[in-house]
Structure formats: C-alpha cells, structure tokens
C-alpha cells in the first residue's frame, strides 16, 4: 500500500466516472433507520466523506439540518445539483474531514464508506476528527463494511477493532445488522454510539 489516497486520488475517480460505490440512493440501513426513529430531537447532522450527498439528503428529507463534506469538488459540485434538483435544504463543504476544524459543533455525525475509505494508517486520526467535529454528547452513527480486504480502497475492518477503537470514547447504544445495498447484505454492521462525556482512555 503507498500514499496513493493523497492528492487527487478522489476527483480523479469522480472526473473518471470510476465510482463502485455510486449507488444512486441512500444507505439503506440509514432509510431504514430513520424511518424506525421518527421521533428523534432534530438537529445539525454531518455525514463527512458525503459522495453525491444520497445519505445527506435522507437526513434532510427527515428533518434533521444536513451537512455534507467531502475532498473531491465533483461529488461536491454533484451533491449540491442533486439536492437542488430533489427540492431540498443541505449544505455542503469542500473540506478534508480529517485535517480540516468543523464549522461548529455537531449533534450527529453518520459514517458511511469514509472509514473504509481512508488509508487505514489515518484512523486514529479519523477517530480524534470524530471528537473534533462532535458536541460532547453528540451522536455517532456508523454503517461499518466488514470486509476482510487489506488493499483497497475500500479496505476491511472487523467489529473488535472498532470496539476497540471507539468504546474508550463512545458508549454503545445499539448495534444490528442492516438492510444493504444488494453487493453488501450480510457485510454491513450498524453501530449506533453516543460520545461519552467524560472521555476515558
Ligand atoms: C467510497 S466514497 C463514498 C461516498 C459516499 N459516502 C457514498 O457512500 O456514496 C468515499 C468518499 O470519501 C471522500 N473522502 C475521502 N477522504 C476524505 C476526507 N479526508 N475528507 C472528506 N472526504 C473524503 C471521497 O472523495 C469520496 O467521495
């Protein structure tokens, strides 16, 4: 594996219409999600890693303030054409989720193929970004690919290390396994966590 993520790895795909993971609609297990908690207090969401914006424009559809972020200008050039066309309100920032202070502090942020998509060496940076960009008891929702690639993207994880990544900080509210896009059933792992307020690690 080299550094091949850096630089315009991302736009290049985008500028290529190289993109496996374009499914045209949003996470199927944030759907489904959404619709079996209809009664959530409503807030500011950020789905960092946001592609062409599908999971963003369900958490505006449902009510929440969508906020979606990503490195590459064509996903979001696209993003923001799509929700205009689909008459809805988000928001969307060319900004390295990694690198880059958040606008402010969010109640949720949702993961979905940002994870997988970074070089694996970056996650503990990716973890900190969570924190960076998190209200203190803000909520982090995650569709996990459980996947056992090394070479990628996307590249694999496993339920134990995200439990060891993120349990010090998050407290486990829910995990199940959800409706998937049909190339993923059985792959994918929803973990619903709430940041602790007294971090201990
Ligand atoms: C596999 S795609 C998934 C896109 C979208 N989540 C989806 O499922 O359709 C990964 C996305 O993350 C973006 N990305 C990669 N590294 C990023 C970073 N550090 N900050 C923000 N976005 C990033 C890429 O440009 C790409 O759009």
Redesign the pocket.
């Known amino acids: 594996m080299n550094r091949s ?1 850096d630089g315009n ?3 290049e ?2 500028q290529a219409q190289d ?5 045209g609609e949003a ?1 199927p297990g944030l759907v489904d999600f959404l619709a079996a908690h209809a009664g959530l207090k409503r807030g500011a969401v950020c ?9 963003v424009r369900a958490w505006a559809g449902a009510g929440f303030d969508a906020f979606g ?4 200008p064509s ?1 979001i050039q696209l993003a923001k054409e799509r929700t205009a066309a689909a008459g809805l309100k988000a928001r969307f920032g060319l ?6 202070p958040p606008p402010f502090l969010f109640d949720w942020i949702f993961e ?3 994870f ?3 070089d694996p060496r ?1 996650r503990e940076d ?1 973890v900190r ?1 969570v924190l960076r960009w998190l209200k203190p008891d803000g909520n982090y929702l995650a569709v996990n690919y459980l996947i056992p690639d090394e070479t990628g ?2 590249f694999g994880t496993t339920r134990e290390e995200l439990m060891k990544r993120f349990s010090p900080q998050f407290e486990l509210l829910s995990e199940w396994v959800p409706r998937s896009y049909s190339n993923r059933t059985g792959l994918e792992l929803m973990l619903w966590w709430r940041r602790r307020k007294a971090e201990h690690r």
């Not at 972020?69 to 590459?72: G, K, L, M, N, Q």
């Open positions: 993520l790895y991302w736009e795909r985008y993109m496996p993971w374009e499914k996470s789905v960092p890693g946001c592609g062409t914006g599908h999971d972020y990503d490195i590459a996903a900004d390295d989720f990694l690198k880059d979905h193929t940002l997988c998509a970074i970056d990716y970004a993207p996307p």
